[in-house]
């Protein structure tokens, strides 16, 4: 039996059919939030996410999946998507575009080579948001309200929002030399890794997964302590547009994000929920102001976010939320072989008129046909027999309350427009 990728997951069921309702949801957010939806291709030229995410983070340098095309070209299976949009924002020059800021959505795969666990994947998909063309820290507000409005949406209770600034180029330098000096002490005490991360990006070391937990790690510098002016004031009204928001939120200075492009505000949003396991990050983001500009383009900033699908989900089983998931509206029964063909077009009609509808295919006896109706959870049931074909008046039950009705096929939409709701 071939079996799927180790790190890859089948939908199927009532699990796909929550996710398809979250979608919904989100795309209707995202409609109200006027956010416009952008899709990027799954697959990109490699040096987008060296440049782009940085060849410094664990997901570039260790993560990716690399591969040549039969034109010997190197490719990679995009690990996240805030590369390929601001290479799409480039690329079709939406920079010049008259109305500003450029305020895009997604959702889809990313494919990362890490060993998998539970809410750790090598194919999960993500739901985003990517904004250009302003600094306002009202933007990096609204961007952070996104996934907790989502979250609320859901019902989702055990989550915390933590935030902090990594602050300007200014603030980068100071805090780079300060970092450098903090750690000359102890290089021989740190891994491999990191003895490379001192010299190529040092604000990495804060992140490692192997020496996470050492003194010298914790004791480290903190990038609050060297804000520019310029940043401290940005960060002071991100939060106070939070306020407004009514989001919660805690300063967590020792948020330093995986990823290199990252500039003033970034934030998670972590699962507060008992037992929830080790990858409880439901979320992440924050600003890029120089994103667009190393990936070729004008300068430009930006800000966005990305949630992870599988750690929501599994969110929501751990609180056990609950989620209305639609019901099929009507099931149609037809009593023999000679009343098929009516039945399906009713069946198919009504399919046209908006509601959802199936359809004995098995030729069951009625007794089992009302059991199929039960596992389908179905509201109505049509049943149509020789007499009902004859007459043009079909009988229909409530399969809850097992009223009946008898109403003319011509009347059909208008009963199920007024009996079944929304
Ligand atoms: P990230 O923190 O690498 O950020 O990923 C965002 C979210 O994706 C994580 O918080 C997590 O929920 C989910 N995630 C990441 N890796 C995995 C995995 N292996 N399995 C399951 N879920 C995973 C980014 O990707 C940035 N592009 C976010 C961003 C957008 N920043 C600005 N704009």
Same mark, same amino acid.
């Given at each position: 039996?071939?079996?799927?990728?180790?790190? %890859?997951?089948?939908?199927?069921?009532?699990?796909?059919?929550?996710?398809?309702?979250?979608?919904?949801?989100?795309?209707?957010?995202?409609n109200?939030?006027?956010?416009?939806?952008?899709?990027?291709?799954?697959?990109?030229?490699?040096?987008? +996410?060296?440049?782009?995410? /940085?060849?410094?983070?664990?997901?570039?340098?260790?993560? %990716?999946?690399?591969?040549?095309?039969?034109?010997?070209?190197?490719?990679?299976?995009?690990?996240?998507?805030?590369?390929?949009?601001?290479?799409?924002?480039?690329?079709?020059?939406?920079?010049?575009?008259?109305?500003?800021?450029?305020?895009?959505?997604?959702?889809?795969?990313?494919? $990362?080579?890490?060993?998998?666990?539970?809410? $750790?994947?090598?194919?999960?998909?993500?739901?985003? @948001?990517?904004? +250009?063309? %302003?600094?306002?820290?009202?933007?990096?507000?609204?961007?952070i309200?996104?996934?907790?409005?989502?979250?609320?949406?859901?019902?989702?209770?055990?989550?915390?929002?933590?935030?902090?600034?990594?602050?300007d180029?200014?603030?980068?330098?100071?805090?780079?030399?300060?970092?450098?000096?903090?750690?000359?002490?102890?290089?021989?005490?740190?891994?491999?890794?990191?003895?490379?991360r001192?010299?190529?990006?040092?604000?990495?070391?804060?992140?490692?997964? @192997?020496? /996470?937990?050492?003194?010298?790690?914790?004791?480290?510098?903190?990038?609050?302590?060297y804000?520019?002016?310029e940043?401290?004031?940005?960060?002071?009204?991100?939060?106070?547009?939070?306020?407004?928001?009514?989001?919660?939120?805690?300063?967590?200075?020792?948020?330093?994000?995986?990823?290199?492009?990252? %500039?003033?505000?970034?934030?998670?949003?972590?699962?507060?929920?008992?037992?929830?396991?080790?990858?409880?990050?439901?979320?992440?983001?924050?600003?890029?102001?120089?994103?667009?500009?190393?990936?070729?383009?004008?300068?430009?900033?930006?800000?966005? +976010?990305?949630?992870?699908?599988e750690?929501?989900?599994?969110?929501?089983?751990?609180?056990?939320t609950?989620?209305?998931?639609?019901?099929?509206?009507?099931?149609?029964?037809?009593?023999?072989?000679?009343?098929?063909?009516?039945?399906?077009?009713?069946?198919?009609?009504?399919?046209?008129?908006?509601?959802?509808?199936?359809?004995?295919?098995?030729n069951?006896?009625?007794?089992?046909?009302?059991?199929?109706?039960?596992?389908l959870?179905?509201?109505?049931?049509?049943?149509?027999?020789?007499?009902? @074909?004859?007459?043009?008046?079909?009988?229909?039950?409530?399969?809850?309350?097992?009223?009946?009705?008898?109403?003319?096929?011509?009347?059909?939409?208008?009963?199920?427009?007024?009996?079944?709701?929304?």
């Amino acid at each position: 039996m071939i079996q799927k990728p180790k790190g %890859t997951y089948d939908v199927y069921g009532e699990y796909g059919k929550k996710i398809k309702y979250i979608e919904k949801l989100i795309e209707a957010l995202m409609n109200n939030y006027n956010y416009e939806y952008t899709r990027t291709p799954i697959f990109e030229p490699s040096n987008l +996410f060296h440049r782009g995410v /940085g060849e410094t983070s664990d997901i570039v340098s260790k993560e %990716t999946y690399d591969f040549k095309d039969r034109g010997d070209r190197d490719m990679t299976l995009r690990p996240e998507g805030t590369a390929g949009v601001v290479r799409s924002y480039i690329e079709n020059k939406r920079y010049g575009e008259a109305s500003v800021p450029v305020k895009s959505w997604y959702y889809g795969p990313m494919f $990362r080579y890490e060993r998998p666990q539970s809410g $750790r994947f090598r194919e999960f998909y993500q739901f985003g @948001v990517e904004v +250009f063309g %302003t600094n306002d820290p009202l933007m990096d507000a609204e961007v952070i309200s996104i996934p907790v409005n989502l979250y609320r949406l859901l019902g989702l209770k055990g989550i915390k929002v933590n935030i902090n600034s990594l602050g300007d180029t200014e603030t980068r330098i100071k805090y780079r030399e300060a970092l450098l000096k903090h750690f000359e002490p102890y290089i021989n005490d740190l891994c491999e890794d990191c003895k490379s991360r001192y010299e190529k990006n040092p604000l990495r070391i804060l992140d490692c997964k @192997v020496d /996470g937990d050492k003194d010298c790690i914790k004791n480290a510098p903190r990038i609050i302590d060297y804000l520019s002016e310029e940043s401290k004031e940005h960060f002071t009204k991100v939060q106070e547009y939070l306020d407004l928001m009514g989001i919660e939120y805690e300063v967590n200075p020792n948020i330093v994000r995986g990823l290199d492009y990252y %500039t003033n505000t970034v934030f998670e949003v972590v699962a507060d929920i008992k037992e929830f396991g080790a990858q409880n990050v439901l979320c992440g983001g924050g600003r890029y102001n120089k994103l667009v500009e190393t990936l070729d383009g004008p300068e430009t900033p930006g800000v966005g +976010f990305a949630l992870g699908f599988e750690r929501l989900m599994n969110a929501l089983e751990a609180e056990q939320t609950h989620i209305h998931l639609d019901t099929l509206d009507i099931y149609v029964i037809p009593m023999s072989e000679n009343e098929k063909k009516v039945a399906y077009h009713i069946c198919n009609d009504l399919r046209m008129n908006g509601f959802s509808v199936d359809i004995d295919y098995m030729n069951r006896n009625i007794k089992a046909n009302f059991k199929q109706a039960d596992r389908l959870n179905a509201k109505y049931v049509i049943i149509i027999g020789e007499e009902e @074909v004859k007459s043009n008046i079909l009988t229909i039950k409530n399969n809850k309350t097992k009223e009946e009705y008898k109403i003319e096929v011509d009347k059909l939409v208008d009963f199920f427009d007024e009996n079944i709701e929304e």
